[in-house]
């Protein structure tokens, strides 16, 4: 197994920084700014969970809230590569 620095993707530059005087040198952190996946709205799921358990909420009670998530389309500027690694 590779002996690199492990990653650790955050939401905000601002909690990365306070995260990584905590994670040692051991550690990248980055932040992604913004959501990289989200549970969808109910009228952005497709037309046949719509009528299932996923339908309200967009997870599923009967199986342990299962959820399902839709990966965003619109890409922050940092998502798609870290200037850290």
Do not use: N, W
């Amino acid at each position: 197994m590779p002996q690199g620095k492990k990653l650790v993707i955050v939401e905000s530059p601002a909690k990365s920084r306070s995260i990584a005087k905590y994670m040692g040198d051991d550690f990248i952190v980055d932040a992604s700014a913004g959501h990289i996946r989200d549970l969808p709205q109910p009228s952005e799921l497709p037309d046949d969970m719509k009528k299932g358990p996923f339908g309200k909420f967009a997870v599923d009670p009967d199986h342990g809230f299962e959820p399902y998530y839709v990966i965003s389309t619109q890409r922050s500027p940092r998502s798609g590569s870290s200037s850290s690694c």
